[in-house]
């Protein structure tokens, strides 16, 4: 044995003895180092504080929206997220689509995409390329409820005259000051736009204006617009929070999804529209 | 669904449910039925989009019957601080859960206690979405 094996078998041996030694401490909530881990939300090391700083810039100028972000859209009740003096119209072959949903046939307990604008509980990024300067592309990444992305064409082209009807549709968007402004159209049907069931259809155009309004604050102003489901189009406002820290982690929705043949019973929408019970 | 010396049910409302699933929570799980359950675990899958785990749970007659419990996604877990081994075969453990609506031996755990007392996977204060 050389000098070097010798080193390195010493080095081995105090890394198992290390190792053990992180097994053989007293059981606390969180055990750094075993691999059984632990942890509580209140560990800054989970959920970490986003300095109060004003948004971040790109050399040019442009506003950098870059970074990890969770929520910024509807996922229990759409219309929690109405501005002031905004108002959900469902034209009646809507009203009766939404009204025969069951929790059950929700796409994304099957999981599929969430569409536009729904967000999942999972975090995600944003990403543009080129890196810097004038981006022709940005990508919205999402960790679930599927593993997949927006595509958001930045390079000046506009929306084709048809467009096969896909989960996230065809999406382009240009600058407004500080503000993204994302205009898509070409949806599928299929998705919904939170567990009460909102429904849309082909028709479907969404128009939404993203504002960094500080390092840790992107706000989300939505206009819904689809004469197919609703009698005029309405705006909600959504707010994601940066997680600093964080990165994408793997989602495989499907690979053991279990559930939605053990989803039986009524949904939120049930249960918040019920009427109180008499007296 | 047969009663067990281990198995109690709490009448009472109260225990936090989690708001970050990928299917509408109440629908699946009767926040009315609140369960204390104690067994030994058997597997553990550490899978999207629920991990889950399994438990032998025996009656007085020493009839063991195995329940399937389902815990939040993997990476939700592992941002907790938990990992894919936190659980393991053989643990004996107790379990603060949600029994599932169509009276199969499935329910939500939110939170599992070890015999020396540590709690894992709690989820009590997990971040509500909007």
Same mark, same amino acid.
């Given at each position: 044995?050389?000098?070097?094996?010798?080193? %390195?078998?010493?080095?081995?041996?105090?890394?198992?003895?290390?190792?053990?030694?992180?097994?053989?401490? /007293?059981?606390?909530?969180?055990?750094?180092?075993?691999?059984?881990?632990?942890?509580? =939300?209140s560990d800054p090391l989970i959920v970490p504080e986003v300095p109060d700083a004003p948004a971040p810039r790109l050399p040019d100028g442009t506003p950098d929206l870059s970074g990890l972000w969770l929520g910024g859209g509807p996922n229990r009740?759409?219309?929690?997220?109405?501005?002031?003096?905004?108002?959900?119209?469902?034209?009646?072959?809507?009203?009766?689509?939404?009204?025969?949903?069951?929790?059950? *046939?929700?796409?994304?307990?099957?999981?599929?995409?969430?569409?536009?604008?729904?967000?999942?509980?999972?975090?995600?990024?944003?990403?543009?390329?080129?890196p810097y300067g004038k981006a022709t592309h940005l990508f919205f990444l999402f960790e679930g409820n599927i593993h997949s992305y927006r595509q958001i064409f930045m390079d000046g082209r506009g929306h084709p005259e048809y467009v096969d009807p896909?989960?996230?549709?065809?999406?382009?968007?240009?600058?407004?000051?500080?503000? =993204?402004?994302?205009?898509?159209?070409?949806?599928?049907?299929?998705?919904?736009? *939170?567990?009460?069931?909102? /429904?849309?259809?082909?028709?479907?155009?969404?128009?939404? +204006?993203?504002?960094?309004?500080?390092?840790?604050?992107?706000?989300?102003?939505?206009t819904i617009i689809d004469p197919g489901a609703y009698a005029k189009p309405f705006t909600v406002k959504y707010t994601a929070t940066l997680r600093l820290g964080w990165d994408l982690m793997e989602y495989i929705c499907n690979e053991n999804n279990?559930?939605?043949?053990?989803?039986?019973? /009524?949904? %939120?929408?049930?249960?918040?529209?019920?009427?109180?019970?008499?007296? | 669904?047969?009663?067990?010396?281990?198995?109690?049910?709490?009448?009472?409302?109260?225990?936090?449910?989690?708001?970050?699933?990928?299917?509408?929570?109440?629908?699946?799980?009767?926040?009315?039925? /609140?369960?204390?359950?104690?067994?030994?675990?058997?597997?553990?899958?550490?899978?999207?989009?629920?991990? +889950?785990?399994?438990? !032998?749970?025996?009656?007085?007659?020493?009839?063991?019957?195995?329940?399937?419990?389902?815990?939040?996604?993997?990476?939700?877990?592992? +941002?907790?601080?938990?990992?894919?081994?936190?659980?393991?075969?053989?643990?004996?453990?107790?379990? !603060?859960?949600?029994?599932?609506?169509?009276?199969?031996?499935?329910?939500?755990?939110?939170?599992?206690?070890?015999? *020396?007392?540590?709690?894992?996977?709690?989820?009590?204060?997990?971040?509500? =979405?909007?």
């Amino acid at each position: 044995m050389n000098i070097h094996q010798t080193v %390195y078998t010493l080095l081995a041996a105090l890394a198992v003895l290390a190792y053990g030694t992180s097994f053989s401490q /007293p059981t606390g909530v969180a055990e750094a180092g075993s691999d059984r881990g632990g942890g509580n =939300l209140s560990d800054p090391l989970i959920v970490p504080e986003v300095p109060d700083a004003p948004a971040p810039r790109l050399p040019d100028g442009t506003p950098d929206l870059s970074g990890l972000w969770l929520g910024g859209g509807p996922n229990r009740d759409i219309s929690q997220g109405l501005l002031p003096g905004e108002e959900i119209e469902l034209l009646p072959e809507a009203a009766a689509l939404m009204a025969s949903r069951r929790p059950q *046939d929700d796409p994304e307990a099957h999981c599929l995409p969430t569409g536009v604008p729904r967000v999942a509980p999972y975090p995600w990024r944003i990403v543009q390329d080129p890196p810097y300067g004038k981006a022709t592309h940005l990508f919205f990444l999402f960790e679930g409820n599927i593993h997949s992305y927006r595509q958001i064409f930045m390079d000046g082209r506009g929306h084709p005259e048809y467009v096969d009807p896909t989960w996230y549709g065809h999406s382009i968007g240009h600058w407004e000051g500080a503000t =993204l402004v994302v205009d898509t159209v070409g949806f599928n049907d299929r998705f919904w736009f *939170d567990f009460h069931g909102h /429904p849309h259809t082909e028709q479907l155009r969404t128009i939404e +204006r993203y504002t960094r309004t500080n390092l840790g604050t992107l706000e989300n102003v939505i206009t819904i617009i689809d004469p197919g489901a609703y009698a005029k189009p309405f705006t909600v406002k959504y707010t994601a929070t940066l997680r600093l820290g964080w990165d994408l982690m793997e989602y495989i929705c499907n690979e053991n999804n279990q559930d939605v043949s053990h989803i039986v019973g /009524p949904g %939120y929408r049930d249960i918040e529209t019920a009427a109180p019970p008499s007296q | 669904m047969r009663a067990t010396a281990a198995l109690i049910l709490i009448g009472a409302l109260g225990l936090g449910v989690p708001a970050a699933a990928h299917h509408t929570f109440i629908a699946q799980y009767d926040p009315n039925r /609140p369960v204390v359950m104690t067994g030994t675990v058997t597997r553990v899958e550490w899978t999207n989009p629920h991990a +889950r785990f399994y438990i !032998d749970v025996a009656d007085d007659n020493g009839d063991v019957t195995n329940w399937n419990l389902e815990l939040a996604s993997p990476n939700v877990l592992r +941002r907790y601080g938990w990992t894919g081994r936190s659980l393991q075969p053989g643990d004996r453990v107790t379990v !603060d859960g949600t029994l599932a609506r169509d009276g199969s031996n499935m329910a939500n755990a939110l939170s599992i206690t070890l015999p *020396d007392g540590r709690k894992i996977f709690a989820r009590e204060s997990a971040p509500v =979405l909007e």
